[in-house]
């Protein structure tokens, strides 16, 4: 094993003990990148056939930046100084975040010269810790998708425990690059399961915090309202080590709520006993519509996926935790059209900023127009995707539909609200601690069988959505592979704030499958020899 | 074939307020994809709701205790305004340069 391949707390351990250096682990994710990553995300980059051997996580490597951070944390280190928590501790970034002097793209043409004056909070916090950055890694353009192929910087990233199926998306190039050894840690985001979905597919550990819990400051904004910034890792306790340096409140960002960050790690290995975990009939089934006929079917999922969640069951049952079956969650089936008009709404708003003037992609076409030159910016610097959600936004929110949909769809919300608030509530009739569901409703699916096809897309988020509705967190946990060897991931969702009581169920499902014969496999760009 | 909600006359009506110029095939694409989009929400007006249920505009609720409330009305300088800057496609002697505003006679 590499010590790319080890897990943050144990990095961090070793290099207290003086047992390695900051630039010894920098340099083994280096090693690691070069072996698997192949070409990073790049504009009008042609297709090549070696693209399909590699992950393609990245869009900018700032190895010399992650270096002399490295080198000055060995001089603090020797000196006998103080380091954070996570000195020395790799990871990476979706580049959707601001960091200053770095590329931050979105994955768009539009900004595909931007270069950041400022740092996000999330990022500026875990390098006080002593994190150090390795890159800025691919996602969907401006997030938009669950698979990362809309990504204007081409290759797209690839699943490493399959190469020919996606990552997940949007944050495709994180869970890649964690899953594949390149970095311990990444930086996410989740505003329909962007964290969730895509680390489920690639085997690792993905964090939705209660909306709040992190700042967005420095986030380029979707959804505004549902945005969430979250850990990405292959442990509960790297996750749990990742939040801890990120979460509280924060002047830049007046969502960021005052509630007193506990301590995540203490807690970590206090087990389920006495917990309340609910399992619902509404998130072992699937809700999508037929466009042709309006109807709306049902259908269970995959038997290999709700038999991971039952066997994660009977082992926090077996921990001590008391199973509360047949918990109704009558409004998870309405999570995504509520989803296509609120997200939508949000977007278009969020994108307007973007017009050729102050920063970002302009038209070489102006005309001595200021209107030519917005809309040609726009259509040249905006890929599919983004276009979509503008015009979808813009229609559902105009004076005539707004009360039809808007409105409506904010109800809606409410009701999935309402759902959460019954079954967490203390003194309800289910009193439950968390909520045990699937966490997408398949494994990862192949490269282009989905793509293009926005509304089927959209509906891979159908476990997930409804955290972000109601702003509750969300924890992903890897819980076995499929017969194809493919990840599957179950999710643990619970009341605001309850972070640190997901990461101690997850801790103990995790201890309780450590010897299970999948926990051994290894994705296959790495059994390939790496 | 998949209902339309919307037609080719409001579509480009819509192209025009989103300040977007698009070719035949992104129209198409576009046009096909929203019609689906709509489709997939006309379910949300068979949910019956009470008139008077709320409409929620975030997730979590925010008190005084967890806001991070107000802060002072204080003009902070930002440290680097030439990096600001020195993103805009162009400028001259620190004004950003645009085309000009097309007049249009109001009526």
Redesign the interface.
């Given at each position: 094993m590499e010590l790319c391949d080890y897990p943050a707390y144990e990095l961090a351990l070793l290099l207290r003990q003086r047992s390695v250096s900051a630039v010894d682990i920098v340099e083994s994710c280096l090693r690691r990148i070069e072996m698997v990553d192949g070409r990073p995300g790049t504009l009008d980059a042609e297709p090549r056939e070696d693209d399909a051997s590699a992950v393609h996580a990245f869009i900018t490597l700032t190895a010399e930046r992650a270096l002399a951070q490295a080198r000055d944390i060995d001089r603090r280190l020797a000196a006998g100084e103080e380091v954070g928590p996570l000195a020395g501790i790799p990871f990476t970034v979706k580049d959707i975040f601001a960091v200053?002097g770095t590329l931050t793209t979105a994955a768009s043409r539009i900004l595909s010269n931007?270069?950041a004056?400022y740092t996000a909070t999330a990022v500026s916090r875990l390098e006080e810790a002593g994190a150090i950055m390795l890159g800025k890694v691919n996602l969907d353009e401006f997030t938009y998708g669950s698979s990362n192929e809309s990504t204007a910087f081409k290759p797209a990233p690839r699943n490493p425990w399959n190469l020919s199926r996606v990552p997940g998306g949007s944050s495709g190039g994180s869970v890649a690059s964690v899953a594949a050894g390149e970095a311990p840690l990444s930086l996410g985001t989740d505003t329909s399961g962007s964290i969730r979905l895509p680390a489920a597919y690639c085997g690792v550990v993905g964090l939705k915090p209660?909306?709040?819990r992190v700042s967005r400051f420095g986030l380029i904004a979707f959804g505004s309202?549902l945005d969430c910034v979250g850990p990405i890792a292959r442990s509960v306790t790297d996750a749990a080590l990742m939040l801890q340096a990120m979460a509280g409140?924060?002047?830049y960002?007046?969502?960021?709520?005052?509630?007193p960050v506990p301590d995540y790690i203490a807690k970590l290995e206090d087990g389920v006993r006495g917990m309340r975990i609910g399992l619902s009939p509404d998130y072992l089934r699937i809700t999508y519509?037929n466009?042709?006929t309006?109807e709306?079917g049902e259908q269970p999922l995959p038997e290999e996926i709700s038999a991971a969640v039952y066997r994660a069951a009977e082992i926090l049952s077996g921990l001590g935790a008391e199973i509360v079956e047949d918990v109704p969650m009558p409004n998870t089936r309405?999570g995504?059209?509520?989803y296509?008009?609120i997200s939508?709404v949000e977007a278009?708003s969020n994108l307007?900023r973007y017009?050729?003037?102050?920063?970002?992609?302009?038209t070489a076409r102006?005309?001595?127009?200021?209107?030519?030159?917005?809309?040609?910016t726009?259509?040249e610097g905006?890929g599919?995707q983004p276009?979509?959600r503008?015009?979808?936004g813009?229609?559902?929110s105009a004076a005539q539909y707004s009360q039809?949909?808007y409105?409506?769809?904010?109800?809606?919300?409410?009701?999935i609200?309402q759902d959460f608030e019954r079954i967490f509530d203390p003194s309800g009739p289910y009193r439950l601690d968390a909520l045990l569901t699937p966490t997408t409703p398949a494994p990862a699916f192949p490269m282009g069988a989905v793509y293009?096809?926005?509304?089927m897309m959209?509906y891979a988020d159908q476990l997930n959505v409804a955290a972000?509705?109601?702003?509750?967190p969300g924890l992903t946990l890897p819980a076995g592979l499929d017969a194809e060897g493919l990840p599957i991931g179950i999710q643990l969702l619970g009341p605001?704030f309850s972070e640190d009581r997901l990461f101690t169920i997850g801790r103990s499902y995790e201890m309780a499958t450590e010897s299970d014969p999948w926990r051994k496999a290894r994705p296959a760009v790495l059994a390939m020899g790496a | 074939?998949?209902?339309q909600f919307?037609d080719r006359e409001t579509?480009d009506h819509?192209?025009q307020?989103?300040?977007?110029?698009?070719d035949e095939t992104?129209a198409e694409?576009?046009m096909r994809?929203?019609n689906?989009?709509?489709?997939?929400?006309?379910?949300?007006?068979a949910?019956p709701?009470d008139p008077d249920?709320?409409?929620?505009?975030?997730?979590?609720p925010?008190s005084a205790?967890?806001?991070?409330?107000?802060?002072p009305d204080e003009w902070h300088p930002?440290p680097?305004p030439d990096?600001?800057l020195?993103?805009?496609?162009?400028t001259d002697d620190r004004y950003?340069v645009?085309?000009?505003?097309?007049h249009t006679t109001l009526e």
């Amino acid at each position: 094993m590499e010590l790319c391949d080890y897990p943050a707390y144990e990095l961090a351990l070793l290099l207290r003990q003086r047992s390695v250096s900051a630039v010894d682990i920098v340099e083994s994710c280096l090693r690691r990148i070069e072996m698997v990553d192949g070409r990073p995300g790049t504009l009008d980059a042609e297709p090549r056939e070696d693209d399909a051997s590699a992950v393609h996580a990245f869009i900018t490597l700032t190895a010399e930046r992650a270096l002399a951070q490295a080198r000055d944390i060995d001089r603090r280190l020797a000196a006998g100084e103080e380091v954070g928590p996570l000195a020395g501790i790799p990871f990476t970034v979706k580049d959707i975040f601001a960091v200053r002097g770095t590329l931050t793209t979105a994955a768009s043409r539009i900004l595909s010269n931007f270069v950041a004056p400022y740092t996000a909070t999330a990022v500026s916090r875990l390098e006080e810790a002593g994190a150090i950055m390795l890159g800025k890694v691919n996602l969907d353009e401006f997030t938009y998708g669950s698979s990362n192929e809309s990504t204007a910087f081409k290759p797209a990233p690839r699943n490493p425990w399959n190469l020919s199926r996606v990552p997940g998306g949007s944050s495709g190039g994180s869970v890649a690059s964690v899953a594949a050894g390149e970095a311990p840690l990444s930086l996410g985001t989740d505003t329909s399961g962007s964290i969730r979905l895509p680390a489920a597919y690639c085997g690792v550990v993905g964090l939705k915090p209660t909306y709040g819990r992190v700042s967005r400051f420095g986030l380029i904004a979707f959804g505004s309202s549902l945005d969430c910034v979250g850990p990405i890792a292959r442990s509960v306790t790297d996750a749990a080590l990742m939040l801890q340096a990120m979460a509280g409140p924060d002047p830049y960002d007046s969502t960021a709520a005052r509630v007193p960050v506990p301590d995540y790690i203490a807690k970590l290995e206090d087990g389920v006993r006495g917990m309340r975990i609910g399992l619902s009939p509404d998130y072992l089934r699937i809700t999508y519509p037929n466009l042709e006929t309006g109807e709306y079917g049902e259908q269970p999922l995959p038997e290999e996926i709700s038999a991971a969640v039952y066997r994660a069951a009977e082992i926090l049952s077996g921990l001590g935790a008391e199973i509360v079956e047949d918990v109704p969650m009558p409004n998870t089936r309405y999570g995504i059209p509520a989803y296509f008009v609120i997200s939508r709404v949000e977007a278009a708003s969020n994108l307007h900023r973007y017009d050729g003037v102050k920063y970002g992609y302009r038209t070489a076409r102006p005309d001595d127009d200021l209107n030519l030159l917005y809309r040609r910016t726009r259509n040249e610097g905006f890929g599919q995707q983004p276009k979509l959600r503008i015009l979808m936004g813009m229609y559902v929110s105009a004076a005539q539909y707004s009360q039809q949909y808007y409105r409506k769809a904010l109800q809606v919300r409410t009701l999935i609200r309402q759902d959460f608030e019954r079954i967490f509530d203390p003194s309800g009739p289910y009193r439950l601690d968390a909520l045990l569901t699937p966490t997408t409703p398949a494994p990862a699916f192949p490269m282009g069988a989905v793509y293009g096809d926005s509304v089927m897309m959209q509906y891979a988020d159908q476990l997930n959505v409804a955290a972000n509705h109601a702003g509750i967190p969300g924890l992903t946990l890897p819980a076995g592979l499929d017969a194809e060897g493919l990840p599957i991931g179950i999710q643990l969702l619970g009341p605001d704030f309850s972070e640190d009581r997901l990461f101690t169920i997850g801790r103990s499902y995790e201890m309780a499958t450590e010897s299970d014969p999948w926990r051994k496999a290894r994705p296959a760009v790495l059994a390939m020899g790496a | 074939m998949t209902r339309q909600f919307i037609d080719r006359e409001t579509f480009d009506h819509l192209v025009q307020l989103a300040a977007l110029e698009l070719d035949e095939t992104q129209a198409e694409y576009l046009m096909r994809e929203l019609n689906n989009q709509l489709s997939a929400i006309q379910e949300l007006a068979a949910i019956p709701v009470d008139p008077d249920l709320p409409a929620s505009l975030h997730g979590i609720p925010y008190s005084a205790e967890t806001s991070p409330g107000l802060r002072p009305d204080e003009w902070h300088p930002f440290p680097n305004p030439d990096e600001i800057l020195a993103q805009a496609p162009e400028t001259d002697d620190r004004y950003i340069v645009v085309p000009d505003i097309p007049h249009t006679t109001l009526e």
